[in-house]
């Protein structure tokens, strides 16, 4: 089935499905922040201009512990440069997704060739769940991105004992560990440590430059460590809630950053840290995030694997290494989201090219790849006009003509190109169908039910003096608004019903403020979470009844 066949992409078409997928970032860079987690995220970035406090982070006045501060720091940095909008809250992680393309190929290219370099980035840089979040932005989306740098780095320095390399390295993993903790550690190590145990290379275990590349880690990681240390494990007494819920009074800010935050989600030492997900998890969670590559993904690892098993002296272990023990204990996590596997992907994409350049230029395999790829192809283009027709109907010329346009350039390539160029061409523009509707149709449609961000960005001809919620989706206040969210108890609310102020309250509570006090006016808005879609929310027929209403009352 396999064999040593090489593999070339040729610029021409790598650089025209850069281009090509690059439309769908810069779009989505525009797309409202959207769900509680982006929205805090953003509304700290803001409250840090606002407090000029950048050690010490804070959410509403309130201690926050739950995320290290490298995104409310970059945030927080391009909001003074751009303003507190969109565009200024996602660009660095955009900006770190190129960073993470390009080690993806320079690794790829360190490890095995140029081509497979080219290949390995090309499809790091289409994948879903890298555009996902792209637009719903996290703490992951740069964490990404810092790993596969780093561990680019480390390899080029054993390769080549280049001292620059070395220092990239280890600031690499310093960065990783302010956004994400002790993972942007840990993934690096096994990679290069499990490399080392298999291969026998013990003198690399035991190289004492290691103990100067941790205390340049340390030197970068010293100041959040500082803000820990004094913010909360010099003041033990300090009382606060947690997001997850856990009561944060003698909370050491350390002991939860190097612990807690990571490995205490795998041992289930806290309680509140379970969602009863299944050992499987992570497993289906693949088989979407990881499209439109997903079964060369699959075939490419296991191939990795046994092929690795046969002949050990003859491959790298540092893929391997950055996927399989990380993957096995997130998969034994007592708390377990998507993104939390996305660190890895950029390995795995390596693989995943590795695979592909193997396969027999003239064999079934491959015929049966491109066959099985059509297929795919086909689903995509079907739900892409799915969306268009059924889900959200739209009579829109940009969208059908940008649509009719992709789909006549995948017949284009169809046509005009052959063995594993037609693979790799095909599936990424059948794939951006799915992204061209996403991000400029899908998402924009899904949003006119986000009530906080439109109910916010009315706020702003409204000029209101202040603004009041009792519920924690209104934060989109904080970014679109002038005025800063203040949270009040509903049925307390008397000095503050005064003129041209304003409360955002879910339809439960309009009559009992239209009763109590005096309004002036009243502005209504749909509601269903954007990150919680559902097949009734889809259906036009029964999306009604998915929906709730928000309203912003004037006093």
């Known amino acids: 089935m396999l064999n040593n066949n090489s593999f070339s992409i040729s610029n021409r078409l790598f650089w025209s499905l850069i281009a090509l997928f690059t439309i769908f970032y810069v779009r989505v860079l525009f797309i409202v922040i959207y769900g509680i987690d982006a929205s805090i995220y953003a509304s700290i970035s803001a409250e840090m201009i606002e407090t000029n406090n950048w050690l010490q982070i804070f959410h509403k006045g309130n201690d926050y512990l739950d995320k290290p501060p490298l995104h409310f720091w970059l945030s927080a940095t391009f909001f003074k440069v751009f303003g507190v909008n969109t565009f200024a809250y996602k660009l660095p992680s955009f900006l770190f997704t190129i960073l993470g393309t390009y080690s993806t190929y320079r690794l790829g290219k360190l490890l095995y060739s140029s081509d497979i370099g080219k290949l390995s980035a090309l499809m790091f840089y289409s994948c879903f769940s890298v555009i996902l979040i792209n637009q719903d932005v996290r703490t992951d989306t740069i964490l990404v991105g810092i790993v596969v740098f780093s561990i680019w780095n480390l390899v080029a320095y054993l390769k080549t004992n280049n001292s620059w390399n070395f220092v990239f390295g280890f600031i690499g993993i310093g960065l990783a560990m302010l956004a994400k903790g002790p993972i942007g550690l840990m993934v690096p190590v096994l990679a290069l440590g499990i490399h080392f145990m298999i291969k026998g290379e013990w003198k690399n275990i035991f190289k004492w430059q290691w103990l ?211 693979l790799i061409s095909t599936t990424a523009i059948a794939f951006s169908t799915v992204m061209f509707v996403f991000a400029f149709h899908f998402m924009p449609s899904i949003l006119k039910y986000d009530a906080p961000s439109n109910a916010a960005i009315k706020s702003i001809e409204l000029n209101p003096n202040r603004i009041f919620s009792n519920d924690a989706s209104s934060l989109a206040f904080d970014v679109y608004s002038n005025n800063t969210i203040e949270y009040k108890d509903i049925n307390k609310l008397n000095e503050f019903a005064n003129n041209n102020n304003y409360i955002f309250v879910k339809d439960d509570y309009l009559d009992l403020i239209k009763n109590t006090y005096k309004t002036k006016a009243v502005y209504e808005f749909d509601y269903h979470a954007p990150t919680q879609i559902t097949a009734n929310f889809l259906n036009p027929k029964t999306r009604k009844s998915t929906i709730s209403t928000y309203y912003l009352i004037e006093f």
Not at 240 to 251: A, E, R, V
């Open 212 to 422: 100067i590349g941790l205390g340049i880690t340390a030197i970068v990681i010293s100041p959040m460590l500082w803000g820990l240390y004094h913010q909360f494990d010099l003041q033990p007494s300090k009382e606060f809630h947690l997001s997850s819920g856990i009561q944060g009074k003698g909370t050491s800010g350390l002991k939860f950053y190097f612990w807690d935050q990571s490995f205490g989600r795998i041992t289930g030492d806290n309680k509140e840290w379970k969602n009863n997900a299944s050992s499987l998890f992570f497993t289906h969670t693949f088989l979407w995030s990881f499209l439109p590559w997903s079964f060369l993904g699959v075939v490419g690892l296991f191939s990795k694997f046994f092929n690795s098993i046969k002949s050990i002296k003859n491959h790298e272990f540092y893929t391997l290494g950055a996927i399989i023990l990380p993957f096995i204990a997130m998969s034994m996590s007592q708390f377990q989201l998507p993104h939390y596997i996305y660190v890895f992907f950029p390995l795995w994409f390596i693989i995943t090219g590795w695979y592909i350049s193997r396969i027999n230029n003239n064999g079934a395999w491959l015929m049966f790849l491109i066959i099985f790829h059509h297929f795919i192809n086909l689903c995509f283009i079907l739900l892409s006009i799915a969306v268009c027709v059924f889900i959200f109907p739209t009579s829109s010329v940009l969208i059908w003509g940008g649509l009719i346009l992709l789909i006549g350039l995948l017949v284009y390539f169809i046509i005009s190109t052959r063995k594993k160029e037609h």
